[in-house]
Nanobody, 121 residues
């Protein structure tokens, strides 16, 4: 089995920073894209940032210039550095990864359990 475990959420004042981490573990053959999504109350889950296995990145317009996604392939970990946080960034943040499992070599989508980020004004 494959698991994604997130950490780093919390409560921060507007203008502050947080760093999220997500580590993949288990029967992993390879990891393709990794990314972060978020879901605010009453809203649909949306893409925040994505990074390919070759480290090409893309961001939602709302976070460009404030958030940075990166990955450490040796540790199977993806990070999201969030700076200049705004109250509208408040949401549950989910890690996502497209992973080829060692069993059957099938590419599947995996999700973390979610971590709450709350930005106070």
């Amino acid at each position: 089995q494959v698991q994604l475990v997130e950490s780093g959420g919390g409560l921060v004042q507007a203008g502050g920073s947080l760093r999220l981490s997500c580590a993949a573990s288990g029967s992993i053959f390879s990891i393709n894209n990794m990314g972060w999504f978020r879901q605010a109350p009453g809203k649909q889950r949306e893409l925040v940032a994505r990074i390919t296995s070759g480290s090409t990145t893309n961001y939602a317009d709302s976070v460009k210039g404030r958030f940075t996604i990166s990955r450490d392939n040796a540790k199977n970990t993806v990070y999201l550095q969030m700076n200049s946080l705004k109250p509208e960034d408040t949401a549950v943040y989910y890690c996502n990864a497209k992973i080829v499992s060692s069993y059957g070599l099938a590419l599947s989508d995996y999700w973390g359990q979610g971590t709450q980020v709350t930005v106070s004004s």
